[in-house]
């Protein structure tokens, strides 16, 4: 078997951690893609086609780096739709505050974009032909039911601070998970991820994923 090094273009703990559980070896090399100026020059307000453009971006960002020569690199963005809206990460706690407010008791769809980037050509299998080539993408969605929380249980999320640093001010898989009631879709892909897509990513680039594994 070929060694394969797959590359993770995030900074997302969340991110690695599925794929660490998954039983995936990877790096990190995390992009410096500024997200608004992206999207504000290709004008996309679509939440669907957003996170695909900002996962592309991050993933062709890395694969241009040396570091990344002979490797496949994978990159996601995450962007929460609710009500026809894009939230991505709130950063400030009124925005945050408002937001869940908003969500309270309602459902909105968490879309995170996945693009992979076979760099294989460009290190040391080359001679061997083993490298496809490949740019793909896919997005993951699924739809997020949120429970009635209280004020007071909102200001105290978010004063924790973890709602600022995520799409959409919540999470599934740590404090936020409280006030979740269902997920209907993959819930691997409200975490960040989807390992399911990323493997029928991986198979456009004749790569098995049962090869990434540790």
């Known amino acids: 078997m070929t060694d394969l090094r797959l590359i993770l273009a995030s900074a997302s703990p969340a991110r690695t951690k599925l794929l660490t559980d998954a039983g995936i070896a990877h790096d990190v090399l995390v992009s410096d893609v500024d997200e608004d100026a992206t999207t504000a020059r290709y004008g996309i307000t679509d939440p ?18 040396y570091s990344a020569d002979g490797a496949l690199v994978l990159g996601c963005d995450s962007v ?9 990460k709130p950063y400030e706690a009124d925005v945050a505050r408002e937001r869940l407010l908003r969500m309270n008791g309602r459902c909105g769809i968490l ?9 294989r050509a460009m290190g040391h299998d080359e001679a061997d032909g083993t490298g496809s080539g490949a740019t793909v ?7 997020v039911h949120f429970a ?19 799409a959409g001010s919540f999470t ?6 409280a006030f979740i009631e269902r997920v209907d879709g993959d819930p691997h892909a409200v975490v960040g991820l989807s390992i399911s897509t990323l493997r029928t990513l991986l198979a456009q680039a004749n790569v098995n994923i049962t090869d990434l594994w540790k």
Do not use: C
């Open 48 to 65: 669907h086609d957003t996170a695909l453009l900002l996962a592309r971006a991050k993933a062709e960002a890395v694969a241009s780096e």
């Open 80 to 88: 929460f739709e609710f009500d026809g809206r894009s939230f991505g």
């Open 111 to 119: 879309h995170t974009g996945h693009w992979l980037v076979d760099n």
């Open 137 to 143: 993408g896919a997005v993951a969605s699924a739809e």
């Open 148 to 166: 009635t929380m209280s004020s007071a249980e909102i200001d105290a999320y978010i004063a924790t601070g973890e709602p600022l640093q995520v």
């Open 172 to 177: 599934i898989d740590s404090l936020g998970g």
